[in-house]
């Protein structure tokens, strides 16, 4: 039986944590869809869907068992009309374990048994999250530790392109 999973996220932008927990779904399951969607419980992305899934084509390129796909909606019914038996979901905190929980505890439900996988983060990458990258970049920080290169790159161009109308508007 081959086992396909899913490893859903809005990956605005997409960091060394996500890449990591995609890289090891990669080696445990037979075929990887890295699902982007838009959150809609954030407000606006930094990043358009287009570019995100540019982003997340160039760090996974080297990955032949991973396709990159979007979906709406339920995440679920994503799943059942893909094929997909497992959702995995990477966690970096007991935070992040008691709103997951809850999550798989619903799809399970509602998914006729599509089954949730929790990925403990790499303690590298475990206080990693999509928005403080963001953060350290909009105020110059070095996030080169934290997201590829040429995720780093548009963030740069991206805050630059900010910052210049931040000025114009002055």
């Known amino acids: ?3 396909r999973a899913v490893c859903p996220g809005s990956f605005d932008p997409v960091t060394h944590g996500h890449l990591d927990v995609i890289r090891r779904a990669s080696n ?3 075929h990887v869809t890295v699902a982007c969607m838009r959150n809609v419980s954030k407000r606006g992305g930094l990043f358009e869907l287009d570019e995100r ?4 084509e160039e760090v996974t390129a ?3 068992n991973v396709e990159l796909a979007v979906f709406k909606g339920l ?3 994503f799943a059942r009309d893909n094929g997909i038996n ?5 966690l970096r905190a007991v935070s992040d374990f008691e ?3 809850q999550m798989a505890q619903m799809n399970h439900s509602i998914g006729g048994g599509i ?3 929790f990925m403990s983060a790499n303690p590298d990458h475990s206080f990693l999250s999509s928005s403080l990258v963001k953060e350290v970049a909009r105020f110059g920080g070095d996030v080169s530790a934290f997201v590829p290169p040429g995720v780093e790159k548009r963030l740069l161009a991206k805050y630059a392109e900010t910052h210049v109308e931040s000025h114009d508007e002055s």
Do not use: S
């Not at 899934?53 to 997340?56: A, S, V, Y």
């Not at 497992?86 to 990477?90: E, H, R, S």
């Open 115 to 117: 089954e949730t996988l």
């Open 53 to 56: 899934l540019e982003m997340l």
């Open 1 to 3: 039986m081959t086992v």
């Open 62 to 64: 080297d990955l032949p």
């Open 99 to 101: 709103y997951e929980l």
């Open 28 to 30: 445990t399951f037979d």
């Open 86 to 90: 497992v959702i995995v979901k990477g």
């Open 75 to 77: 995440l679920v019914e």
